[in-house]
């Protein structure tokens, strides 16, 4: 029977190679199912929300792919749904780590513990954070899913990672059609100093 305690039962896709997930790196990305947000816009809502629809990966295939391609690949992403749901995602990091490929982590920010201790442990070498918006749109833009307290708290704990670990975060916004050019102003203004935030267009998903 699956062990739901092991990060491996939670990989529900593999890219192989990605050209633009990590830039300036050649990287193979892992998906995991689940999220604990339901924003309206998610590209990957069936991942998000019906992981169970998505058949496993299993690890002897990933780490087959990760160490007969260490060569040419750069790093792995782990992306998702929100991969900081994983059980044992210090494990997934580490059994990257050991074929010779550092970890990038994508996420919302909203486990901002987690985060913190997969940094503590040198397991991931950036960490790429959606900012959703300004804190008063997170209600509408997660799908109620977020409290605008609850965003703010989270979010702060994650600034404050970065400042502790400069030169390992990321910060990126996408431009979904709830927020207005003032939304983007005042997101920008969230983000500490010395830090950028990137905007990134939206491209609405394919029709399931």
């Given at each position: ?89 210090d494990q997934l990091c580490r059994d990257c780590l050991d074929c010779g490929l550092p970890c990038k982590l994508d996420t919302n920010g909203m486990r901002p ?21 300004p804190w008063s749109k997170y209600p509408e833009l997660t799908g109620k899913a977020c409290t605008p307290e609850q965003a703010q708290s989270c979010l702060e ?52």
């Amino acid at each position: 029977m699956n062990d739901p305690h092991t990060p491996w039962n939670h990989i529900r896709g593999m890219q192989p190679q990605s050209f633009c997930d990590w830039p300036g790196h050649v990287s193979a990305v892992l998906f995991t199912g689940g999220c604990n947000l339901h924003c309206p816009t998610c590209h990957n809502a069936g991942l998000a929300w019906h992981p169970e629809e998505h058949p496993l990966v299993g690890r002897e295939t990933v780490l087959t792919h990760l160490q007969s391609h260490r060569n040419w690949l750069d790093g792995v992403v782990i992306t998702g749904g929100e991969p900081t749901l994983v059980p044992g995602l210090d494990q997934l990091c580490r059994d990257c780590l050991d074929c010779g490929l550092p970890c990038k982590l994508d996420t919302n920010g909203m486990r901002p513990d987690v985060v913190a201790e997969l940094l503590e442990q040198d397991l991931l070498s950036l960490v790429a954070v959606d900012v959703k918006g300004p804190w008063s749109k997170y209600p509408e833009l997660t799908g109620k899913a977020c409290t605008p307290e609850q965003a703010q708290s989270c979010l702060e704990q994650i600034f404050a990672l970065s400042k502790r670990y400069p030169g390992r975060f990321a910060f990126r916004c996408t431009k979904v059609p709830p927020l207005s050019e003032d939304d983007l102003a005042a997101t920008k203004t969230l983000i500490p100093t010395g830090m950028e935030l990137t905007f990134q267009d939206y491209i609405p998903p394919r029709p399931h």
